[in-house]
């Protein structure tokens, strides 16, 4: 009797994807300006943790607080990460629209990052995204729409 192999890929782990994110090469330079880093990944949840490494001499304005702009870019990544995931890291997911609301300001240093997938349909995904301080509290809140594109489609 002999093997069949199946056609369709066997699904990663959480800590599949979290090691396939950490040893990564190809980090993107978006990705490691915000020092972006993947702390955890719940496939159940749709959700992922992620810590940025806000540093000063990249990421502040004039009161030297972390920009409004790259404090968006960050809760984009989050989003957009756990899109991969929700996709069983076999799509991207552009973001169409997003909307944030800042409700204090950022300083240099360790930020948390939650991003969650709240629906993933065949033409989009909502999702919401939220940035902690090291003492826990909210700095900002995003949600979103993204469109799902497979790998295939995406390089192509």
Known sequence: MTDVVSAEPKPLTDEEILA??????????????????????????????VEFDARAELLLNPMKQIQ????????????????MVASGMTAVAPTLEMKTSFLRPGAPGKIKGIGRVLKWGRQVAFTEGELFDPEGRILAKATGTAIPTPFTKYKS
């Open 20 to 49: 396939r994110f950490l040893r990564t090469k190809n980090q993107p330079t978006g990705s490691q300006t915000l020092g972006f880093r993947m702390v955890a990944v719940h496939q159940a949840t749709n959700s992922v943790e």
């Open 68 to 83: 409004g702009g790259y404090l968006c870019a960050m809760l984009d990544e989050c989003m957009s990460v756990a899109c």
